[in-house]
C-alpha cells in the first residue's frame, strides 16, 4: 500500500460531499445515548464524596432502598476487587470508589429509581461515614518532601520503585552534552511556565443505558469513542468474559479524547442486574466537570541555546503533568512530544505527578500542547532578541525525514517544513499585521497511531454498497471511509452507505484516538473494498471466460480486452449464479501512522487598559498527508485551533480550597464562545503518508498544540509581556502589564 | 409545583397571598438554573407575562412606563427607546445572548439582585422608578432602593413589580454602559459601569456613575460625580473621575475576578463611559 509524492488525481478522494450523517444531525433526528429509552427502564443517580481524600468509615443505605421508586442500590462493595496489579484495577476503582475517596467528586454509590426525582431523594438519604485524609492539589505539594500519599497503590513506573509514591512515571531522555553546549551557545533563554488543569468540553454529557438481562447478558448503549474499550472495560470492572457484554455505539456528541474511557457503564449493569430492569444514567454537566477526565494542569521549565545566526543547540526541559489521583503515562507522552526541532542536545526529565483530583484524560495530542507552549514560547524569545523571522528560525531548525525525536526514533517523511513554507508564502502572512496588533508564530507535532481496526464492505444487490467499520464517527470519520470506498470500487460515494456497527457485528477494532481512524479504518476499509475487488475481477473473468490476470477493475467495472466492461452492477445482479453474496471483511493491526505537524499564525490586540486580547484573526496549516474529505480535515484544524485558544485565554479549572471545584458550568469554565473568534483560516498541506494507501496521515490531534504559544507570542510582540502561565486571562495579563 | 399565568394584577396579587413558598417569574432566566441548582421549588410558579401591563412599554407625557416583565429583546428593538436611552439599552442587550434576551426581563433582573446585573446600573443611572404591587395597592420605589444586597431585596412578600418608570432624557443628556467580561458574550459582569452625563457645551453640567459587580450592590460614585461636574473632560478630570471610581468600589476576589482587577477596570470602564456619554450628550447618539 503505497502512495507517491505526486498522487493521482482522484474521482472521491479529495470531494466534499455532504456527510452521510448530515441529514439526521441537522434535522435533530441523530439519536444520541440520552435520546434512547427502553420500556420499563429505571434512572440512577450517584452519590459524590465531599472530600478530597478521604477513608469511607461506613456506607447506609438502608433508608435509601426503603425509598418509593427505588429498586437498586449499589456502592463499591458491588464490585470486585481487581487487585491493585489488574490493568483495569485504576478504571474500577474511579468508577465505583471501595473503601478510600480520592477526589471531590469520586462516585461512591449510586440508586436507581423509577424517575430521575426518585433516584435523587433516595442518593440524598444515603449516609456515608468519611474519615479525613491530607490531601495535595498541585505538583508542587505532591512532590514535596514528605508530602501525603496521594494513592497507596500507586508506584512509580519505569524506575525500580519498592514504595508507593505520587510520582507515577518519570522518564529521563538525553542525547548530545546539554552542558558543554549551553557553555557554548551565544544565547540562552531559560523560563518556567504553567498551564491550568482544561477539559474537552465536550457539548454531550457521558450517558447510557444499560439493560442486562435474566442470561446475565448486558446490552449497553453508549456514548464513547470506542465501544470495544467500554466493552472490555465494562466486563473487566464487573468480572465478566466480555462476551456478556454487547455494546451499541450512539451518535457521540464529542469527546476529543475524554470518551476514550469510562465511568458509567459498569453502574447501570450492575443496577441493571440488579433490579431486572434497564437502567439510564446521564450525567449532568455538574458532574462531567467533576468527576470526569480534565487534561492535566503541568509545570514546565525549559532552557535552550542557540547560536547568534540562530541555529538551537541544545534543549533541557523539566517537566511535570498533574495526572490526578491515579497514575498515568503524561510525562512520558509529553516527553515523546518533543520532536519538532534538531536540537543536537537535549536533555528532558518528565514526571506524572500524582494529586487529589479528578483522574486526568486525554485530550487532543495529551501532553504535548503543554510542552509545546513552553519550547515554541522559549524558541520564539530567541527569536525575537536575535530578529530573526520566527518562520526563519523555526525553518532553520526543523526537523526532516531521518532526524531524531526526543525518544531517539527516527522521523519518517513529515511535512514540518512545508507547513512551514506555507504559512510563510500565505497571505496571511504576507498581509501586513493590523494597527495596535502583533503577529504570533508557533508550530506542534503530534505523533498519531494506528492500532487495529476492522471493516466489512457488503456489495448489495443492486450494485449500492455498506461499508461497516467499528470505529465511533466523531469527526466525520463515515463520510471519509464512503469516499475511499467510493475510490476503490468506482462508485457513486451516495450509493455507498457507512456505520458504526455494534461488537458483535464487526470486528474487533480500537478506540477513535490517535487521530486513527481515517488512517487504519481507512486502511482496513481499503483492504476489504480490494479484496472484493479481486472477487468481483475473477467472477467476471469466470464470466468472460478469461483469466483473471487479464481482468482489471477499472471505473467500477471488470475490464478484460476485447471484451465490453462489466460493470459492478450486473456483478452484483449475477452473484447469486457467481457464488453468492459479495461481501469482505479485513482486518489489521496498522503501521506507519505519519506524523502530522501543523503551524500557526494568529494575528491580536491587546487592550493595555483592561488586559483583555482579541484574535483578530487566525491561520492554521497542517500536514493531513492527503485530505479525503477536505472539509471535514479544515473542521478538525478549525476545531483544534479555537480549543487551544480557549486553553489559552480563559479555560481553567479553578479549585476551592478543599479540592473542589469552583467553576463546573459552562458560564464560568469559559470556552469561546462564536463571537470571541474570527473565522479560522486553514491551509491544508498535502506531503503524502507513504505507509497510507491514499497517503493519510490523521489530522485531529496536532491543531490543538500551536495555539498557546501562538497567542503567547503575539501578546509578547504587542505588549511587551512574556506570558508563562495559563490561561493568559484578562487579570493575567493585566497584572503583567502592570508589572511591565 | 404548579404554574399559573394570571391575567391581572389582582389575581396576581392574590395567588401570591393564598399560596406561601410561591414565586413569581418572567424569563425565568435566573429562576429555572437556580432551582435546577438544588433552591427551593416554589410551591406556585407566577408567571407574569400574561398580564398585559407588565408586558407593555408606553412612552407619553414626557416618560416611559415600562412592564416589568418586558423581554429586553423588545427594548432594545424598540428605535425610540433605544435612541432616547442608548446606554440603558445597550446595558439590556448584554443580557446573556439573543435566546435569553427573548425572555430575561427588567424586573428579573432587578429582583434577582446580583451585584453583576448589567441592566442595573445604568437603571440607576437613569433614575428609574419601580411601581410595586402590595397586598394592599401599590407603592412606589427606586431601584437602589430594590436592591439591599446580593440576591437580598425590600421587596416584601407577596409585592412584585408591575413596571419601570423613566422620565424623558432631557436636552444635551445621554447615558452609556460598558462591561468587561473575559468573553464576548455569555458571561457575567466583573465590572460594569453605567453613565448618565448632562453637557453644557464642553462642560459636565450634571453626571451620575453607578458601578456593578465591585460591591455587594451597584454603587453611585459620588465622589467621581463631584470630581466631573462644571469641568470639561480633560485627561486630568477623567483620571481623577477614574481614581475616585477605583477607589469607591469593594469587590470581592472570585473566580471571575480579582479585587485588584476590579478596582483598576472599574476606573477605566467609568472613563470611557464618560466619554461615550459626553460624546452622546453633545452630538446626539446616532
Ligand atoms: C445563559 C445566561 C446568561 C445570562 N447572562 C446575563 C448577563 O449577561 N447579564 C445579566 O445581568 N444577567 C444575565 N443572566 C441572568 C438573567 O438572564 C437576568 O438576570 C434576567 O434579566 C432575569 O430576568 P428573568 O425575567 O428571566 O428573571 P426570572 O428568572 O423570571 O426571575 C428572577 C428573579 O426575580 C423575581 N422576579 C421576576 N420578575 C419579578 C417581578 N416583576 N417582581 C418581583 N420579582 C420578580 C423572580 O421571582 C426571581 O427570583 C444570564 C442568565 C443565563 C441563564
Known amino acids: 500500500m503505497t502512495a507517491t509524492e505526486n498522487p493521482p488525481t482522484y474521482t472521491w478522494v479529495g470531494t466534499r460531499p455532504i456527510r452521510h450523517d448530515g441529514y439526521d444531525k441537522v434535522t435533530g433526528k441523530a439519536r444520541f445515548a440520552a435520546d434512547l429509552d427502553l420500556p420499563g427502564q429505571l434512572r440512577a443517580v450517584y452519590v459524590r464524596s465531599p472530600h478530597a481524600h478521604a477513608r469511607i468509615v461506613s456506607i447506609n443505605t438502608a433508608a435509601a432502598e426503603a425509598m418509593p421508586g427505588v429498586k437498586a442500590v449499589v456502592t463499591g462493595a458491588d464490585f470486585p476487587d481487581l487487585g491493585a496489579a489488574d490493568p483495569e484495577y485504576d478504571v474500577s476503582v474511579n468508577v465505583m470508589a471501595r473503601d478510600t475517596v480520592y477526589y471531590h467528586g469520586h462516585a461512591v454509590a449510586a440508586v436507581a429509581a423509577t424517575s430521575r426525582e426518585l433516584a435523587a431523594d433516595a442518593a440524598a438519604a444515603i449516609v456515608v461515614e468519611y474519615e479525613e485524609l491530607p490531601a495535595v492539589f498541585t505538583i508542587d505539594d505532591a512532590m514535596a518532601d514528605g508530602a501525603p500519599l496521594v494513592n497507596e497503590t500507586n508506584f512509580t513506573k519505569f524506575v525500580k520503585a519498592d514504595e508507593p509514591s505520587n510520582l507515577s512515571t518519570i522518564t529521563n531522555l538525553e542525547r548530545g552534552e546539554v552542558d558543554d553546549a549551553f557553555a557554548a551557545a551565544d544565547l540562552v533563554v531559560e523560563r518556567e511556565f504553567t498551564t491550568a488543569a482544561v477539559h474537552q468540553g465536550y457539548i454531550e454529557p457521558h450517558a447510557c443505558v444499560v439493560d442486562t438481562g435474566a442470561d446475565g447478558r448486558a446490552s449497553v448503549w453508549c456514548s464513547s469513542q470506542g465501544h470495544f474499550r467500554v466493552r472490555s472495560s465494562t466486563a473487566a470492572v464487573l468480572g465478566w468474559d466480555v462476551s456478556r457484554v454487547k455494546v451499541t455505539p450512539a451518535e457521540i456528541g464529542g469527546g476529543f479524547g475524554g470518551k476514550t474511557t469510562i465511568y458509567i457503564e459498569p453502574v447501570a449493569a450492575r443496577l441493571s442486574e440488579m433490579a431486572g430492569r434497564p437502567v439510564k444514567i446521564v450525567m449532568t454537566r455538574d458532574e462531567v466537570f467533576r468527576a470526569t477526565g480534565p487534561a492535566p494542569a503541568s509545570k514546565v521549565r525549559v532552557k535552550v541555546g542557540a547560536t547568534n545566526d540562530g541555529e538551537l543547540t541544545a534543549l533541557e526541559a523539566w517537566m511535570a503533568y498533574n495526572v490526578g489521583a491515579f497514575g498515568n503515562v503524561a510525562g512520558l507522552v509529553g516527553a515523546m512530544s518533543v520532536a519538532s526541532y534538531k536540537f543536537p542536545n537535549l536533555k528532558l526529565e518528565a514526571y506524572s505527578v500524582l494529586s487529589n483530583l479528578p483522574k486526568s484524560a486525554a485530550y487532543r495530542s495529551p501532553s504535548a500542547p503543554h510542552a509545546a507552549f513552553a519550547i515554541e514560547s522559549v524558541v520564539d524569545e530567541i527569536a525575537q532578541k536575535l530578529d530573526i523571522d520566527p518562520i526563519e528560525l523555526r525553518l532553520k531548525n526543523a526537523a526532516v525525514e531521518g532526524d531524531v525525536t526526543a525518544m531517539g526514533m527516527p522521523h519518517p517523511r513529515i511535512g514540518f517544513v512545508e507547513c512551514l513554507e506555507a504559512v510563510r508564502e500565505s497571505e496571511h502572512y504576507q498581509s501586513p499585521v493590523p494597527d495596535g496588533a502583533a503577529r504570533g508564530i508557533a508550530a506542534g507535532f503530534w505523533f498519531n497511531i494506528g492500532e487495529q481496526s476492522s471493516a466489512t464492505v457488503h456489495v448489495n444487490e443492486d450494485g449500492t454498497a455498506t461499508v461497516i467499520t467499528g470505529s465511533p464517527d466523531i469527526g466525520g470519520s463515515r463520510a471519509s471511509m464512503a469516499l475511499m470506498a467510493a475510490e476503490e470500487l468506482g462508485l457513486d460515494v451516495n450509493s455507498i452507505t457507512p456505520l458504526v456497527a455494534d461488537t458483535e457485528s464487526v470486528g474487533f477494532t480500537d478506540t477513535t484516538e490517535g487521530s486513527r481512524t481515517t488512517f487504519a479504518t481507512g486502511m482496513a476499509v481499503v483492504q476489504a473494498c480490494r479484496d472484493l475487488i479481486d472477487d468481483m475481477r475473477s467472477r467476471a473473468a469466470t464470466t468472460l471466460s478469461v483469466d483473471v490476470g487479464e481482468v482489471i477493475w477499472a471505473d467500477g467495472a471488470a475490464v478484460a480486452e476485447g471484451h465490453d466492461p462489466v460493470p459492478l452492477a450486473s456483478i452484483a445482479a449475477q452473484s447469486k449464479r457467481t457464488g453468492g453474496p459479495l461481501t469482505a471483511s479485513a482486518s489489521l493491526n496498522a503501521a506507519g501512522a505519519g506524523p502530522s505537524f501543523a503551524v500557526h499564525c494568529g494575528d491580536l490586540a491587546v487592550d493595555e487598559e483592561t488586559g483583555h486580547t482579541k484574535v483578530l484573526r487566525y491561520t492554521a496549516a497542517q500536514d493531513a498527508g492527503t485530505a479525503i474529505h477536505p472539509s471535514y480535515v479544515e473542521g478538525q484544524l478549525q476545531g483544534g485551533s479555537v480549543q487551544g485558544i480557549g486553553w489559552a485565554l480563559n479555560e481553567e479549572y479553578v479549585l476551592n480550597d478543599d479540592g473542589s471545584l469552583d467553576n463546573a458550568s459552562f458560564l464560568d469554565y469559559r470556552i469561546p464562545v462564536a463571537s470571541d473568534l474570527p473565522m479560522i483560516e486553514t491551509i491544508i498541506v498535502e506531503v503524502p503518508n507513504p505507509s497510507h494507501p491514499y497517503g493519510v496521515r490523521g489530522v485531529g490531534e496536532t491543531g490543538i498544540v500551536p495555539p498557546m504559544a501562538t497567542i503567547a507570542n503575539a501578546i509578547s510582540r504587542a505588549a511587551g509581556i512574556r506570558m508563562t502561565a495559563l490561561p493568559m486571562s484578562p487579570p493575567h495579563v493585566l497584572t503583567a502589564l502592570n508589572e511591565r | ?286
Open chain 2, 1 to 286: 409545583m404548579r404554574y399559573v399565568a394570571p391575567t391581572s394584577v389582582d389575581e396576581a396579587r392574590s395567588l401570591l397571598v393564598d399560596n406561601p413558598g410561591s414565586r413569581v417569574f418572567a424569563g425565568a432566566t435566573d429562576l429555572i438554573p437556580q432551582i435546577r441548582a438544588g433552591r427551593p421549588q416554589p410551591s406556585v410558579m407566577v408567571d407574569l407575562k400574561r398580564i398585559d401591563r407588565l408586558t407593555s412599554v408606553s412612552h407619553r407625557d414626557g416618560g416611559w412606563a415600562i412592564g416589568a416583565a418586558t423581554p429586553t429583546a423588545a427594548l432594545t428593538a424598540n428605535p425610540e427607546f433605544a435612541t432616547m436611552f442608548p446606554g440603558l439599552s445597550e446595558a439590556s442587550g448584554l443580557i446573556g445572548s439573543d435566546q435569553i434576551q427573548n425572555r430575561s426581563s427588567w424586573g428579573g433582573n432587578v429582583a434577582n439582585a446580583s451585584p453583576a446585573a448589567d441592566s442595573v446600573p445604568a437603571l440607576v443611572a437613569n433614575d428609574a422608578q419601580v411601581v410595586i404591587a402590595s397586598a394592599g395597592g401599590t407603592r412606589t420605589a427606586a431601584v437602589d432602593e430594590i436592591i439591599t444586597g446580593p440576591g437580598q431585596t425590600s421587596l416584601g412578600d407577596g409585592e412584585f413589580i408591575i413596571e419601570f418608570t423613566l422620565a424623558d432624557m432631557a436636552a444635551g443628556t445621554s447615558d452609556a454602559y460598558l462591561r468587561i467580561i473575559p468573553r464576548t458574550e455569555m458571561d457575567i459582569a466583573v465590572v460594569g459601569a453605567g453613565v448618565r452625563l448632562t453637557m453644557d457645551g464642553p462642560t459636565v453640567a450634571a453626571a451620575k456613575i453607578v458601578l456593578g459587580a465591585v460591591a455587594p450592590t451597584a454603587i453611585r460614585v459620588g465622589e467621581a460625580e463631584a470630581a466631573l461636574v462644571g469641568n470639561t473632560l480633560d485627561e486630568a478630570t477623567l483620571a481623577e473621575a477614574a481614581e475616585a471610581a477605583s477607589a469607591a468600589c469593594n469587590p470581592i476576589n472570585d473566580k471571575r475576578g480579582t479585587i485588584e482587577y476590579r478596582r483598576q477596570v472599574a476606573g477605566v470602564l467609568t472613563k470611557r463611559c464618560l466619554l461615550i456619554a459626553a460624546d452622546r450628550a453633545q452630538n446626539g447618539t446616532a
